[in-house]
């Protein structure tokens, strides 16, 4: 896992580990920046299938890009998802929903792109980040 930045440099209060230890008070929180990104380098392949994100409102983006590959290949995009600034856990379904959708790929890597953020700074803020999907 790897991050874009983490506000103030504090790894330990807001570090990219807070988003995915499932505790309710803990969050990566970036610094400011117009992009902002997360890197996901999966053990073996995968076939995701759906994102979970749940933000901070007002620290939220827009427009999040997914990338994928393979291992040893170039990332390619995936998808792009059209978040809602709230605080609500926010589930991608497939090809089922026009707004917030993740198509279906195999792969070793995904990177999710923040672009255009709610925070006039940049600043992006998520409490939980998963993945769902089924390992090859």
């Known amino acids: 896992r790897r991050v874009s930045s983490v506000l103030n440099r504090d790894v330990k209060q807001f570090g990219k580990m807070h988003m995915f230890d499932g505790d309710e008070d803990t969050c990566w929180n970036s610094d400011q920046g117009p992009v902002q990104w997360v890197t996901l380098d999966f053990p073996r392949a995968v076939k995701v299938s759906r994102l979970l994100v749940q933000f901070q409102g007002g620290f939220s983006s827009r427009l999040c890009t997914l990338e994928g590959c393979r291992t040893g290949q170039e990332l390619a995009k ?19 929903s026009s707004v917030f959708q993740v198509q279906e790929t195999v792969l070793d890597k995904l990177k999710i792109t923040f672009e255009n953020g709610t925070d006039f700074f940049g600043r992006i803020v998520i409490y939980h980040l998963n993945v769902l999907g089924e390992r090859l």
């Open 78 to 96: 995936i998808s792009q998802l059209y978040p809602e600034d709230s605080n609500a856990l926010q589930i991608s379904f497939g090809s089922n």
